[in-house]
Nanobody, 126 residues
Framework: QVQLVESGGGLVQAGGSLRLACAAS????????MGWFRQAPGKEREFVAG????????YYADSVKGRFSISRDNAKNTVYLQMNSLKPEDTAVYYC???????????????????WGQGTQVTVSS
């Protein structure tokens, strides 16, 4: 049974930083693209960042490029999202996702990701 468990969310002031972590189990972690999505109240889910199986390639939404960084530790079955220079508009529930269809192509559409974590709340105050 695949499980993705996020941690690291919380309340932070604008300009601050948070580091999210997602521990995966029940799958061969190192084979797959991992990613992060987010959903703010009243808004659709949106792609935030993705990383290929080896960590050699990453892709970011324009809204977070230069501020967020995704990484992974295949030995620990964990993917991270370092979030710097946070803005109030980054407030959302952040979800860890896995794309078991591919290890090399980072999809930005939610339909490609077949397992989702329960989400962790990130709130950025102004």
């Amino acid at each position: 049974q695949v499980q993705l468990v996020e941690s690291g969310g919380g309340l932070v002031q604008a300009g601050g930083s948070l580091r999210l972590a997602c521990a995966a189990s029940g799958l061969t972690f190192m084979r797959y693209v991992m990613g992060w999505f987010r959903q703010a109240p009243g808004k659709e889910r949106e792609f935030v960042a993705g990383i290929t199986w080896s960590g050699s390639n990453t892709y970011y939404a324009d809204s977070v490029k230069g501020r967020f960084s995704i990484s992974r530790d295949n030995a620990k079955n964990t993917v991270y999202l370092q979030m710097n220079s946070l803005k109030p508009e980054d407030t959302a529930v952040y979800y860890c996702v896995v794309d078991r269809n591919d290890g090399m192509t980072i999809a930005t559409s939610a339909r490609w990701y077949d397992y989702w974590g329960q989400g962790t709340q990130v709130t950025v105050s102004s």
